[in-house]
């Protein structure tokens, strides 16, 4: 018997959108409503491959520590969602989209093969920036290999 590709136990999607920084960041116009757009379509209940559950953390919502308490979970093979924790499983699939600024240090550019680059959350202080200490960037900013390596724990394949 051959499974769908719509064969799964969950659909999760965790979607970030961040137009409003702080700390002298500039704006963005469309992250947020680009974030909605995408809910709003994955919540869908007419979809083929089935509704999901969404996580949107949009503005305040997505500071460093929630990012950071969202990676620690991923490495706990859990998701939680507003209503609380939910295991992640080998059946399950889960969609990861971040809408807003990023940043690749300078000295992140030497060595493509090892490309440092990070996502600033909603509170992620302007002047890091100009920051070429990577041990203090990694304290304000979301290091993509430490978002990598979360979603590598997570059981499911997709």
């Keep these: 018997m051959s499974t ?3 064969d799964f136990h969950h659909n999760f999607a965790v ?3 961040i137009n409003d920084y702080v700390n002298g ?11 909605e757009r995408l809910a709003k379509i994955l919540q869908d209940n007419t979809r083929k491959d089935g509704k999901y559950n969404v996580l949107k953390l949009l503005d305040a919502s997505a500071t460093f ?6 990676l620690e979970a991923f490495k706990q093979k859990t998701i939680r969602l507003l209503d609380g924790s939910i295991p992640v499983g080998k059946d399950d699939r889960l969609l990861f ?5 990023g940043i690749i240090p300078k000295d992140g550019l030497e060595d493509t093969k090892d490309l440092v ?3 600033a959350p909603q509170d992620a202080n302007g002047g890091i920036f100009l920051e070429t200490d990577f041990e203090k960037i990694s304290k304000v900013l ?3 290999k430490k978002l990598r390596d979360a979603l590598a724990e997570l059981p499911c394949p997709r």
């Design 4 to 6: 769908s590709l719509y």
């Design 15 to 17: 979607i970030i959108g």
């Design 25 to 35: 960041i500039p704006r963005l116009r469309t992250a947020v409503p680009d974030a």
């Design 65 to 70: 520590d929630k990012l950071s308490d969202l």
């Design 97 to 101: 989209y971040f809408a807003g600024h």
């Design 117 to 119: 680059a990070y996502l």
């Design 142 to 144: 979301l290091p993509m």
